[in-house]
């Protein structure tokens, strides 16, 4: 019962000094700011830990583009050799084909002039007249000039060459606008 009337009685002489003594103050200041600065601390390490996580992640991710951007770069050049590769094949196809032709144009214009010679026109008697006048025409048409001929195949070889090397510059051309491309997108 002592507590009850204590609590209801007067306050005892200084109880204010006693209550706001230095060494009281200390204690109400820890109580009060203890937890809000243990919590600071806390949500400050929380931060640091997260910004670094965060970095690590940012390098790693970055490390991972500059990866895939090494093998695409890997991957075009190869493709690149592979396709200057299959355009001198295809050039190496189209002179041998350009000199096949050629070879089989003057073989067909040497069995034609030799058909039309005039050895071959005594020994070899024509069945028909349109077989006679035929024969008759071919010994007479002029006989192909081979200056005329190579300069015509020599015409197309440059252009076939002027247009690998303008294939070759705009290839060039995308794979750099592509990489440009690339690049700006980071």
């Given at each position: 019962?002592?507590?009850?009337?204590?609590?209801?009685?007067?306050?005892?002489?200084?109880?204010?000094?006693?209550?706001?003594?230095?060494?009281?103050?200390?204690?109400?200041?820890?109580?009060?700011l203890t937890p809000g600065t243990l919590l600071a601390l806390y949500l400050h390490r929380v931060k640091v830990e997260?910004?670094?996580?965060?970095?690590?992640?940012r390098l790693q991710h970055i490390q991972d583009e500059l990866r895939g951007e090494a093998d695409r770069e890997q991957k075009d050049v190869a493709l690149m050799g592979?396709?200057?590769?299959?355009?001198?094949?295809?050039?190496?196809?189209?002179?041998?084909?350009?000199?096949?032709?050629?070879?089989?144009?003057?073989?067909?214009?040497?069995?034609?002039?030799?058909?039309?010679?005039?050895?071959?026109?005594e020994t070899q008697a024509p069945t028909s007249t349109a077989d006679w006048e035929q024969q008759k025409a071919l010994f007479l048409a002029p006989a192909p000039q081979s200056g005329a001929k190579n300069d015509a195949q020599s015409g197309i070889n440059e252009r076939v060459k002027q247009r690998e090397r303008e294939l070759l510059q705009h290839d060039v051309k995308e794979f750099k606008a592509a990489r440009a491309g690339a690049g700006n997108e980071k």
């Open positions: 019962m002592s507590m009850w009337k204590q609590l209801f009685s007067e306050a005892p002489p200084g109880a204010v000094e006693n209550l706001l003594s230095p060494k009281r103050k200390f204690w109400y200041a820890m109580f009060a997260m910004e670094a996580e965060d970095e690590m992640l592979m396709i200057q590769e299959m355009r001198t094949r295809i050039a190496s196809l189209e002179q041998q084909v350009t000199e096949a032709k050629a070879t089989a144009h003057t073989q067909s214009s040497n069995k034609e002039s030799a058909a039309a010679s005039p050895d071959n026109v």
